[in-house]
């Protein structure tokens, strides 16, 4: 039987990815975000943000963008495979994920092409300090992890083996980009110095990639 929930490490992943603010600000991509990679909805009251508001907007997202992946995929797969596909789903949304090729091939059963097709959501848009916003790859390392998390669940669908033992540490560390040359809101008062200049990719909001439509064709 398919799971269905995200593991302890999924959710690991993912935050660790996106990171946690525990206030309002505009990500690099200038859209207002809250908490754990949460993107704020109309009607939501964030005057004041606690630790355990934002572990329980983390588990409503969670459970949307599972049951996304759920609706999604039509074939057996296993945990790590589970927590790549909703962590993918987090970062491009329920629709992206629905339409993405690497639901496509999943269900084709052609998982090395499923893995790959995780490559191609590695552009996302960057807001400059003139305001201005430009397409670059800087979601690349998370979606080298993202595919590294479902090709350790391989073997457990097709050989009933255990997956593979990965570290979530290293994976986040391994997404982390220099912000230099892009422009963060930050609340009054609060500076950035030199080596704060860090975030992980997980904040951006990824773009659909050119190739997706004519694969998923």
Not at 27 to 40: E, F, K, L, P, S
Request: hydrophobic share 40%.
């Amino acid at each position: 039987m398919n799971p269905i929930y995200i593991s302890d490490n999924g959710i690991k992943m993912i935050a660790g990815f996106e990171g946690t603010i525990y206030h309002l600000y505009y990500d690099v991509a200038g859209i207002q975000t809250v908490c754990t990679g949460h993107v704020t909805l109309p009607g939501e009251d964030w005057s004041t943000v606690t630790k355990e508001k934002c572990e329980a907007t983390l588990g409503r997202d969670l459970g949307r963008f599972v049951r996304a992946v759920l609706r999604s995929i039509e074939v057996p797969f296993s945990q790590p495979m589970l927590d790549a596909f909703v962590s993918l789903a987090f970062n491009i949304g329920e629709a992206g994920f629905e339409m993405s090729s690497v639901a496509k091939f999943m269900n084709q059963g052609n998982y090395l092409a499923a893995a790959d097709a995780f490559l191609l959501w590695c552009n996302a848009k960057v807001k400059q300090k003139d305001g201005t916003f430009i397409k670059k790859p800087v979601l690349l390392g998370r979606r080298q992890s993202e595919r590294k998390v479902f090709l350790s669940g391989i073997n457990e669908i097709t050989m009933g083996t255990e997956p593979e033992e990965i570290s979530i540490v290293d994976l986040v560390a391994a997404t982390q980009f220099d912000l230099r040359n892009t422009r963060i809101d930050l609340p009054a008062g609060i500076e950035l110095e030199d080596n704060d200049l860090y975030a992980d990719d997980g904040r951006l909001v990824a773009l659909p990639p050119q190739l997706e439509e004519s694969l998923a064709a």
